[in-house]
């Protein structure tokens, strides 16, 4: 079992930044690709980002490609989402999840990932 407990989000202004934390717990996530996802009041949960087991490798959406950066700290079992320029359109409940699968392939797909934390609401006030 894998526990995701996201974190760092809030309220801030346009333009303004935010980072959230992943942090896992019960199994390590080292061999696994780490995406974030979002959800906004009556859409549909959409890809964000996703990294690949060592960092080496990102994939964004392109809402937010150039404005966000994902990262990992494997030592600390736990994952970022830097967000930057922040935009109204970008309010929404964050999500992480880890891949099913081991290996360094990015994933976009919900159903690609098999653990998901509860997810941390952030909203831009414009």
């Known amino acids: 079992q894998v526990q995701l407990v996201e974190s760092g989000g809030g309220l801030v202004q346009a333009g303004g930044s935010l980072r959230l934390s992943c942090a896992a717990s019960?199994?390590?996530?080292?061999?696994?690709?780490m995406g974030w996802f979002r959800q906004a009041p009556g859409k549909e949960r959409e890809f964000v980002a996703c990294i690949n087991w060592n960092g080496a490798t990102t994939s964004y959406a392109d809402s937010v490609k150039g404005r966000f950066t994902t990262s990992r700290d494997n030592a600390k079992n736990t994952v970022y989402l830097q967000m930057n320029s922040l935009k109204p359109e970008d309010t929404a409940v964050y999500y992480c999840?880890?891949?099913?699968?081991?290996?360094?392939?990015?994933?976009?797909?919900?159903?690609?990932?098999?653990?998901w934390g509860q997810g941390t609401q952030v909203t831009v006030s414009s």
């Open positions: 019960g199994r390590t996530l080292n061999n696994f690709s």
């Open positions: 999840a880890k891949s099913r699968l081991y290996g360094s392939t990015l994933y976009r797909a919900i159903g690609d990932f098999d653990y």
